[in-house]
């Protein structure tokens, strides 16, 4: 198979979405690894008696369980869309020769 080459119109077509996606990705993997922030952050701030801190361990593992799962969504996300779009491009960047007539 002969491939042909893209334009760079089309080329910066695809750079843009993959950005777009990744800010996506980032969005999405960043909101569950804030929560996870913010779990672990309102737990050390408590104060208990005596004016000495309490914290709440399962409130803090459960926090680090939702920051490793926002960084892997926004890992794995970013990934898949740059496979896919590259399956994409190929398959557009790809000659195909059209196929031979019927016979008579």
């Known amino acids: 198979m002969i491939s042909k080459e893209i334009s760079w119109g089309r080329a910066f077509g695809y750079a843009i979405r993959y950005v777009a996606y990744f800010i996506l990705w980032g969005i999405i993997g960043g909101l569950i690894g804030g929560a996870g922030w913010w779990m672990i952050y309102s737990t050390s701030m408590y104060i208990g008696p ?6 709440n361990f399962g409130t803090v593992i459960t926090g680090l369980i939702l920051i490793i799962i926002g960084m892997i969504i926004t890992t ?15 398959r557009e960047s790809t000659y195909r020769p059209s196929p031979p007539p019927p016979p008579p």
């Open 50 to 55: 005596y004016g000495v801190p309490a914290i």
């Open 76 to 90: 794995l996300g970013t990934m898949a869309t740059y496979f896919k779009l590259m399956s994409r491009l190929i």
